[in-house]
């Protein structure tokens, strides 16, 4: 059990994050559910990243290194959750969740310090039976160690809109668009166009949670269209940016 005014399955820590917080990479020995009630958590594993608004939340098993960042002022409200309470959650990966209306509601009762033993027993109960998965996927643009590959990948993080091919790329930093190509899915993963494909959606995820509209994101990130940028979008991390912002709705 952890550690609270009565013994507990969940821990609710509660951290402001200014701008610009980052907690380095480590783990916990109990599951975390990481949620901001206000502003952008970015979350990363080795299994990628994920940029999570208040209606999204990680769930974060334990023993899983994750580093974890604020974009923009945020307040981080986490469960820390205790690995026996839950027999019922099998994630084995990290697992990005609804915070819907309930969840949240349920976090912030867990904040308080009256709740008699029972009571307390009752709300955590309920907030695990109410965590739905929701069919996202982690937004992962690794760097490349190659320095020709690297300068590539720096200065479309820079610019996302850059639509020049790997041709042109190649006269600039010094190295044939095959190799660029070779060294890509040799130490990213993906390739060139996967990468640039993730590169614009990591760039797109912010300037969406601020409500820009869909045309501007689109053009900024590189796309003639929103429809275009939309079925991009998709394709990539599963869901519509409506229904991963849902300020767009």
């Not at 009571?119 to 690794?142: C, K, Q, Y």
């Not at 190659?146 to 041709?167: E, I, W």
């Not at 269209?225 to 940016?241: D, E, L, M, Q």
């Amino acid at each position: 059990m952890l550690r609270g005014p009565h013994p507990t399955a969940i821990f609710i820590g509660h951290f402001a994050m200014p701008r610009g917080t980052a907690f380095t990479r480590h783990w916990h020995a109990v599951h975390q559910l990481a949620w901001s009630a206000k502003g952008l958590l970015r979350v990363t594993t080795r299994r990628g990243s994920w940029l999570l608004p208040p209606t999204l939340a990680l769930w974060i098993p334990a023993r899983v290194p994750h580093t974890t960042e604020s974009v923009g002022d945020t307040v981080m409200r986490s469960p820390y959750v205790d690995p026996v309470s839950c027999p019922g959650i099998d994630w084995r990966e990290p697992t990005v969740v609804e915070a819907g209306p309930l969840p949240r509601a349920l976090i912030e009762h867990l904040l308080r310090t009256d709740l008699t033993a029972e009571a307390r027993a009752r709300a955590e109960a309920v907030l695990l039976d109410v965590l739905r998965p929701v069919p996202v996927t982690s937004v992962t643009a690794p760097e490349p160690r190659d320095p020709r590959a690297r300068a590539v990948a720096h200065a479309l993080t820079a610019h996302p809109a850059d639509a020049r091919p790997l041709a042109a790329w190649g006269t600039e930093v010094g190295a044939s668009a095959r190799t660029l190509a070779r060294l890509f899915v040799a130490e990213t993963g993906l390739a060139f166009g996967q990468w640039r494909e993730q590169a614009r959606m990591r760039a797109a995820m912010p300037l969406l949670a601020e409500g820009l509209p869909l045309d501007s994101v689109a053009h900024r990130v590189g796309y003639a269209s929103a429809s275009s940028f939309v079925a991009a979008f998709h394709r990539v991390v599963g869901v519509t940016p409506r229904q991963y912002f849902p300020v767009h709705g």
